[in-house]
């Protein structure tokens, strides 16, 4: 493959959108020239050059000054839960009569959870890794009779099985467990 | 007022959202490093005899609720560190190979294009996005009195040491 074909296929390789021979005819080539290679470093500089310019732009804006010019169009917001709770025992003439034991019950409560908390032993209970194979399959490109598409539920590990003859066919369809 | 000022005020909230989101993507970036760690575990299925080889541990629940073979093997394990965009050819057996080459790092996953070529013919070419240190499997090809799974593993860190080791 020569420069001047490859040349318009570099931003394509580079976004994964070039068919199986091409794709690897580009990185076979832009192993071996120097310009190419060059072009598909200037092409990954570019996408450095406006992520680091968003980086410092990001950087650059002032959310406090944004929100405080924000907030006034919102209108009146309702208050929290808490503000309202707050306001509705300080309406209410209870007194200590009714207040004392229920800070009593309060402190209870929180020395039974730190009681909990500290109890807890974490080699006792071990994190359970949970292992996560999923795959988003963007494109499938097939010169053989059969492909399918499976996925084991439990792991969400993808299995793609390609059968390249018709004899494959009848054995695989007696080994594959079939879709869950 | 109100129908004139809720688009630029949508405008000016949803500006700065895209700009931290595009710089999270370009730290993402950054953090995925020069190299990605692919591995290729190449397993003989097949209905001869019934073992579950050990080196295939991490890989038994999928392998049970995907496959009914009664023995699975490991033929070959090959882990290499592959430059992002340059394609890596890992030879299977029956004069099959597998070409990986990972294009990218997004979203924690990292984008692969991997081709199985049985002699110069492209059997299947696929573009995927794996989750970070994932497994995706191909399998299908025949090989002696059994069928070839090829288990494709691809990570940003280098893979802690398993026992998949043929």
């Known amino acids: 493959m020569s420069c001047r074909e490859t040349r318009p296929l570099l931003p394509l390789f580079f976004d994964g959108e070039l068919e199986a ?8 080539h832009s192993t071996r020239c120097a310009a190419c290679e060059d072009e598909l470093r200037h092409l990954e500089r570019l996408q450095e050059a406006v992520a680091s310019h968003v980086s410092a732009l990001v950087n650059e804006i002032d959310i406090d000054a944004i929100w405080a010019g924000v907030a006034p169009r919102l209108g009146v917001r309702a208050p929290s839960l808490g503000r309202r709770l707050r306001a509705w025992w300080d309406e209410r003439e209870f007194g200590w ?29 071990p994190e359970i890794v949970r292992v996560d194979n999923s ?36 054995h695989a369809a007696d080994q594959w467990e079939g879709p869950p | 007022m109100i129908g004139r000022g809720l688009p630029a005020l949508l405008v000016v ?15 993402e970036a950054r953090a995925a490093g020069d190299e990605v760690d692919v ?26 609720s995907l496959f009914q073979y009664s ?9 290499r560190r592959v430059a992002w965009r340059r394609q890596a050819e890992f030879l299977l057996p029956g ?11 997004k979203d924690g996953r990292v984008q692969l294009s991997v081709m199985l070529i049985h002699g110069t013919r492209p059997l299947v070419n696929t573009a995927l996005a794996l989750k970070n240190n994932g497994v995706f499997l191909l ?22 040491a398993t026992a998949r080791t043929p």
């Open chain 1, 21 to 28: 021979r091409q794709m690897r005819a580009v990185a076979l």
């Open chain 1, 97 to 125: 009569l009714v207040r004392g034991p229920a800070y009593g019950a309060l402190a209870a409560g929180l020395l039974l959870g730190i009681a909990v908390w500290l109890q807890d032993d974490p080699q006792r209970a």
């Open chain 1, 135 to 170: 795959a988003v399959l963007d494109s499938v490109q097939s010169s053989v009779d059969s492909v399918a598409l499976v996925t084991d539920e439990e792991t969400n590990t993808t299995l793609l099985w390609v059968l390249d003859d018709t004899a494959e066919v009848d």
């Open chain 2, 13 to 27: 909230l949803s500006a700065p959202l895209a700009l931290i989101a595009a710089s999270a993507r370009a730290q």
């Open chain 2, 39 to 64: 591995r290729i575990d190449t397993v003989l299925a097949s209905n001869r005899g019934k073992m579950f080889d050990p080196a295939l541990a991490e890989l038994r629940q999928p392998f049970v």
């Open chain 2, 71 to 79: 023995s699975y093997r490991l033929l070959q394990g090959e882990q």
């Open chain 2, 95 to 105: 004069g099959r190979s597998l070409v990986v080459i990972p294009r990218g790092y």
């Open chain 2, 139 to 160: 399998a299908g090809p025949h090989y002696q009195e059994g069928t070839l799974i090829i288990a494709i593993g691809a990570g940003t860190e280098p893979v802690q």
